[in-house]
């Protein structure tokens, strides 16, 4: 169960602005989730024999750079910070799921006798790095902690389309993107009526940033001016704008403390702060361009109506939901397609108010979410409250049900549903592409420069396989076809090159 929880954040043009690292603020939040227990927290923190950390952007990759530098065992770092010197230490692997995942995981480790006291916490100082890493007097971040760290590596395999990269996508808002357009096409909806009702789902969420202290970008807007490209609201990748696209410049941490009923008994943790797990799932999506639809995610909407299912609840049974939405789409595809959520359901899509206004902190944006869950439940005894946790490109997904009313540990199904999900069709590929295509779904990415680049998934004419490619540079047909109208459907011509697949409208094969 979970007996504390707590979350940290500063904003650079604040007063009081700090300049943390990440590990601080980590340790701030960790500091709230142990005066949140009602025990005392220096028994608390040294009753804690497992940390499992989450890991931030800065290594998320192989190739990523800290530049105030960082700790080489981030876990034992935050741990250390609080007085707690765990027996075991865990980084976990990319992902949005993480903190969801972490929860399902170390509960079920406690339920099987395997720990006693869990630490949870994860942090992202992204702003800060940003905003002092030119800075003369730069701090240092950088951390060296003694202690073993089971690092689960990065996980990145199957996130991306095999080269991604040399087709336009160069990170998640081309990806998600595609997905958007693909489930616009599905609907039947043209662009403009498409973009009001990206512009509806979101505006909710505004309104409960504004009201949040922790939230990166507290300031309430209209759903017109959500998708209106302004200056500040500049094009990012077709359909998005900047304000429908997950802000991962923040400054947040988010911590929770799991503990076995007897730990928490023999800790002093009263019961009204103890919130149980009821349901929970996990599952991964097939990867990218091996989904029969692009604009669906059939795994994200299986794990939740699976943890509703261990937790014998229905949606019609839950007070609250915070759904990832780091795009428009990460929310529709699960809460409005899977679940069958009004996007203006009373109850509300989000507790924090989402990751474009809230703040995308990095892969721990749901740890506070499941702060917030918990301080809901505790206010509305017996009530149930959800947490659908999204990783990579729709990739992976982590569910959890919570609520205040006692029960013994459930188990879930994930593992038999997975075998399900991995046995799905997969449409056949064609990593070179030639010849005549019709166009399955698109975007086209803006750079600050001006400069645009379409990407296209499509379909070849003569045997159906799917493939992947983008324009040439300055194509301003292609682009004028992705731009305007309806793309989708629309015959195109593909050929491949030493870089990649290219799309043209092929007036030069037509002659």
Not at 430 to 436: F, H, M, P, V
Request: glycine share 12%.
């Amino acid at each position: 169960m979970l007996v504390g929880v707590g979350q940290s954040s500063e904003r650079i043009d604040s007063p009081g602005y700090r300049g943390l690292s990440a590990v601080d603020l980590a340790a701030a939040a960790v500091r709230e989730a142990l005066a949140d227990t009602g025990a005392h927290p220096e028994v608390v923190a040294a009753a804690v024999d497992t940390v499992a950390g989450v890991r931030q952007f800065e290594i998320s990759s192989p190739g990523a750079t800290a530049p105030l530098g960082r700790s080489d065992n981030y876990p034992r770092s935050v741990a250390g910070r609080v007085g707690a010197a765990p027996r075991r230490a865990v980084l976990e692997v990319v992902g949005g799921q993480s903190p969801q995942h972490l929860v399902n995981e170390f509960a079920a480790t406690i339920a099987a006798g395997g720990a006693e006291v869990v630490l949870l916490a994860g942090s992202e100082a992204i702003s800060t790095a940003r905003h002092l890493a030119a800075a003369a007097d730069r701090p240092d971040f950088t951390e060296h902690v003694d202690g073993d760290l089971e690092d689960r590596g990065h996980a990145l395999d199957g996130l991306f389309p095999p080269r991604a990269g040399e087709h336009g996508i160069t990170g998640a808002p081309a990806m998600y993107a595609l997905f958007e357009n693909a489930r616009r096409a599905r609907l039947g909806l043209p662009r403009e009526e498409y973009a009001r009702t990206m512009g509806e789902l979101f505006a909710p969420f505004t309104r409960v940033a504004a009201r949040n202290p922790h939230a990166a970008a507290p300031v309430e807007r209209d759903a017109l001016e959500l998708v209106t490209p302004t200056p500040a609201n500049r094009p990012i990748a077709d359909p998005y704008p900047r304000y429908l696209v997950s802000r991962d410049q923040v400054n947040q941490g988010a911590a929770v403390l799991l503990a076995s009923v007897a730990a928490a008994r023999r800790l002093g943790v009263p019961e009204e702060k103890w919130v149980f797990l009821h349901g929970h799932a996990d599952l991964r999506e097939r990867d990218p361009l091996d989904r029969a639809d692009l604009g669906s995610s059939p795994a994200s909407v299986l794990a939740a109506r699976h943890a509703l299912d261990v937790a014998g609840v229905g949606v019609a049974d839950l007070a609250t939901f915070d759904f990832y939405s780091c795009f428009p789409v990460a929310v529709s595809v699960t809460a409005v397609d899977g679940l069958g959520l009004a996007p203006d359901d009373p109850r509300g899509l989000t507790l924090t108010g989402g990751l474009p206004f809230f703040g995308g902190a990095g892969n721990n944006y749901s740890m506070h979410a499941i702060a917030e869950t918990v301080q809901r439940a505790r206010t509305a005894l017996g009530t149930v409250g959800f947490v659908g946790a999204n990783g990579g490109m729709l990739s992976k997904y982590s569910a959890g049900v919570y609520s205040t009313t006692p029960v013994a540990w459930r188990g879930d199904d994930s593992a038999a549903l997975q075998a399900g999900v991995d046995g799905w069709p997969a449409p056949a590929q064609a990593g070179r592409a030639d010849g005549w295509a019709t166009i399955e779904t698109y975007t086209v990415t803006h750079g600050r420069a001006g400069n645009r680049t379409g990407v296209v998934v499509g379909r070849l004419a003569d045997d159906g396989r799917r493939f992947l490619a983008r324009t040439d540079d300055g194509d301003d047909d292609v682009l004028g076809l992705l731009s305007t109208g309806e793309p989708i459907g629309q015959r195109v011509f593909v050929r491949s090159t030493e870089r990649g697949n290219r799309v043209t409208c092929g007036a030069a094969h037509r002659a």
